[in-house]
């Protein structure tokens, strides 16, 4: 840490490194780690009116996790629905993010090798723009597109394809197609700095020693870009988990996400220390699924970083 | 086996800019043919055509007597050899070397033992399990010639393959990979600006400029008998004069080049084109066929002042100045040739090292 700091000194002169050392603790312990701590502090306790905080009811206790493992019930059986909701949040965000993979892969691809400087400026540009909307209107546009009486409904109704209105609300389509679309750019952007340093010669070389278009990306660029595949399916698969907006809006009215429970937890529900135990459980179970992942596919958090 | 390969009429033209301008030649089936060029000349598009990478705008590439129109760079019989060779940094090297048995399906074993054959072909045996980033320079070069080499192509290209290495190395490749082409009996297109390597290695050259084919020829063709200004002024170092003829009878020629008596210059059957008396040329002389005069009658003579000297061991780069023109003079460093730099040298060459040429472009220093 001291050697850390004089080097940066040695760089950037005292006024900057003050500054950057500053800078970087209040951003990782005041807004990242501080908050957590408190959140991992809330889940141990117990839900207590504000009289009886930091009396003598006010200790350490499993009982919010307890909660969600086995919900109200006296002591067997299961909290199948949390359980369930959490369950079938992690698989709808595995599905979207590995939609968003394969959308997503041609598209850096194509960025990276195939078009040239001023092109690929602008394909980015138009990548982008849309972001400059707001998440939820975003979300309220999909809403509108997938509708009963939305564009995509009236189009295929009008071409003949389906006589009565598909409920694509309820289908749960709009809400995967909407967290597809939200984080769409986390998922490009990694694979095409990826794919974007890999030696175009690699791929002509491939060409060249007879492999197919299929064999050239599978056995040369993907192996090459796997880090930026890592990297873009884990912050895709950590926001699609703990997404909120898309889910409260284009989610069906029958099917919850488990960021929705959080949120019912700690808002109409008043109970914080639940809220912080659910939001916990959904961080651990997150970060759990993303290192095994990561295991399987013996990708390093070190090649992720690049 | 190996297979011809013609050029027929090929253009490659990128929107208003001609890559290559009309390019006719035939490359026999075992050759070790080279294009020699200055960068951006149009050398490595004709490879990329011959390779697939790059389909001719207008002419045709064929290989073995077939059109390769349409034939995609996985189909055609060639291998090339890339620039930064393309090693894949991810696979060991028996893998590298294997890639193209891989991608035809063929069995990991029996990958494995073609691998350890190619790595005795290049004198790495047992070291298939490293990664590329272990190996030096030169043995990369090898790795990339075994990968190449692995299912056996007609046609080996190469594209710069030695300009990464060092002066020491390269000049090891050069006999090596000549060696290596011997004993594989392949037709080897090589491609480079280097001429110390064109001339060394190949049986046949053709220098480039500006999309076009200068001249085809083997490499005293090329050095001794340049048929353009260019390709005298590219292929190793020339004095240029500019110089008018003044009489041509089919054997000699009378050339005034304004250093006092006119020269005396033999034409060459295998030269460029006759010139007329009247006409205009350039008059080349190499540094090595300038010589001391010995006594005062020698033919082709002309008085030079000394102006400067470059030692480098066994010969000696020195610049004489006749009539305010700056003429280099490469002599053996034989301890009999000292030059007196206060008093005017006498300088002459041999008609028949004397080349004159319509005027033409001459290559950048």
């Known amino acids: ?7 940066l000194v040695r760089r950037n002169g005292m006024a ?12 990782v312990f005041i807004l990242i780690i501080l908050p957590q701590l408190t959140m991992l502090d809330y889940s141990f306790r117990f839900n207590l009116p504000p009289a009886k905080i930091g009396g003598p009811e006010d200790v350490y206790t499993l009982e919010q996790y ?5 919900g109200s019930g006296a002591s067997d059986g299961f909290n199948t629905l949390d359980i369930g909701i959490l369950f079938k949040t992690l698989l709808a965000a595995v599905f979207v993010t590995v939609f968003d993979l394969i959308i997503c892969y041609p598209v850096a691809f194509v960025l990276a090798k195939s078009s040239s400087g001023a092109k690929a400026r602008l394909l980015v540009l138009a990548l982008i723009v849309p972001y400059w909307i707001n998440e939820i209107l975003r979300a309220f546009a999909f809403r509108i597109l997938f509708g009963a009486t939305g564009v995509i409904n009236e189009t295929g109704m009008g071409l003949g394809l389906w006589d009565t209105p598909i409920d694509f609300i309820r289908q749960d389509v709009a809400l995967y197609a909407g967290l597809a679309y939200a984080y769409i750019l986390l998922m490009i952007f990694p694979l095409y700095n990826a794919i974007e340093s890999l030696d175009r010669n690699q791929i002509e070389a491939a060409r060249d020693m ?36 898309a889910p409260q809006i284009l989610g069906g009215p029958s099917n919850l996400w488990f960021t929705q ?3 019912q937890w700690f808002n109409s529900g008043g109970n914080w220390p639940r809220g912080s ?7 651990i179970v997150c970060i759990a699924l993303v290192l095994l992942v990561m295991r399987l596919f013996k990708v390093s958090i070190g090649e992720i970083k690049q | 086996m190996t297979k011809e390969i013609s050029l027929e009429h090929v253009w490659v033209e990128f929107g208003e800019f001609t890559a290559v301008h009309k390019a006719n030649l035939n490359i026999a089936g075992g050759e070790f043919f080279s294009f020699l060029g200055p960068s951006g000349c149009g050398k490595t598009t004709l490879l990329r055509c011959i390779s697939g990478f790059q389909e001719p705008t207008r002419g045709k590439v064929k290989i073995g007597g077939q059109d390769m129109r349409g034939v995609g760079p996985n189909k055609r019989p060639t291998a090339l050899i890339f620039q930064n060779l393309a090693l894949f940094p991810l696979r060991s090297i028996a893998d590298n070397i294997a890639f193209p048995l891989e991608v035809r399906g063929v069995d990991k074993k029996t990958r494995r033992k073609r691998a350890d054959e190619l790595l005795e072909l290049i004198a790495l045996p047992g070291q298939g399990d490293k990664k590329v980033s272990e190996l030096s320079g030169g043995q990369k070069q090898r790795v990339a010639i075994a990968r190449a080499l692995a299912v056996e192509p007609d046609i080996l290209l190469l594209d710069e393959p030695l300009s990464a290495l060092d002066l020491k190395l390269r000049q090891h490749m050069r006999t090596e990979l000549r060696a290596i ?3 594989v009996g392949l037709t080897f297109i090589y491609i480079t600006h280097d001429q110390g390597e064109a001339l060394t290695m190949s049986d046949r050259i053709a220098v480039m400029n500006k999309g076009k084919i200068e001249q085809i020829g083997d490499g005293k063709a090329i050095y001794d008998h340049p048929t353009t200004s260019f390709v005298a002024s590219f292929v190793g170092e020339n004095n240029v004069l500019e110089g008018t003829v003044l009489s041509n009878d089919g054997k000699v020629m009378q050339i005034d080049a304004g250093l006092g ?4 210059v033999e034409n060459h059957p295998a030269g460029g084109p006759a010139l007329a008396p009247g006409d205009a040329c350039h008059l080349f002389v190499r540094p090595e066929a300038l010589r001391l005069s010995k006594d005062d009658s020698a033919i082709n003579q002309f008085e030079t002042n000394f102006v400067t000297e470059e030692f480098e061991g066994n010969m000696r780069h020195i610049v004489m100045n006749a009539s305010g023109k700056d003429l280099k003079l490469s002599l053996i460093n034989d301890g009999t040739n000292a030059i007196d730099a206060s008093a005017p040298v006498k300088l002459d060459f041999a008609p028949e090292m004397g080349i004159a040429l319509k005027p033409g472009e001459l290559a950048s220093a």
């Open chain 1, 1 to 7: 840490m001291r050697d850390l700091f004089y080097d």
């Open chain 1, 16 to 27: 900057v490194s003050i500054y950057l050392m500053l800078a970087v603790s209040l951003w």
């Open chain 1, 66 to 70: 307890r909660y969600f493992f086995q």
């Open chain 1, 210 to 245: 007879g492999a197919n278009w299929w064999q050239v990306h599978a056995k040369v660029v993907i192996p090459y870009a796997k880090p930026g595949i890592a990297s873009g399916m884990t912050m895709v698969f950590m926001l699609t988990s703990g997404a909120l907006a």
């Open chain 1, 261 to 263: 429970l959080v949120y």
């Open chain 1, 277 to 283: 135990a659910y939001a916990m459980v959904l961080l």
């Open chain 2, 181 to 183: 082409q011997k004993q």
């Open chain 2, 261 to 264: 008596t006119p020269f005396t």
